[in-house]
């Protein structure tokens, strides 16, 4: 098990509820996995929808500090970590988005200098 993935499994056992938690290049390669998950989907579409909320000049100029989508099976949360690396979580049904959202922008400050 590499560092980024005992990190990732160290953020969902804090959350408790989470399903899977990927660090990925924001082209959609994988480097550190953990959960259960297709990631080879799960990293390409996160990739895709972070590409597309980063060039909605017409919401923000600016990149984004997050993309959550929320639904009934759990809530996927994207954060960045450095200009080229994102942490995508997906957080159970019943864990508050918000709290997932919290833990993770930690666990992403904490890890961001290792992407600089």
Same mark, same amino acid.
């Given at each position: 098990? +590499? ?21 990925? *290049? ?39 500090? +997050? ?42 400050? *904490? ?6």
């Amino acid at each position: 098990m +590499s560092e980024f993935e005992q990190a990732l499994e160290e953020l969902a056992q804090t959350l408790g509820d989470a399903r899977a938690a990927a660090v990925l *290049e924001t082209s959609g390669i994988e480097l550190a996995v953990w959960g259960s998950a297709d990631f080879e989907t799960v990293t390409a579409e996160v990739a895709e929808l972070w590409k597309a909320a980063g060039s909605s000049e017409g919401l923000s100029p600016e990149p984004p500090e +997050s993309v959550v989508v929320h639904g009934p099976h759990g809530t996927w949360i994207v954060l960045p970590l450095g200009a080229d690396y994102l942490l995508a979580l997906l957080a159970g049904p019943d864990l508050p988005a918000g709290k997932a959202r919290f833990y993770a922008h930690e666990w992403a400050q *904490e890890h961001r200098e290792a992407f600089a």
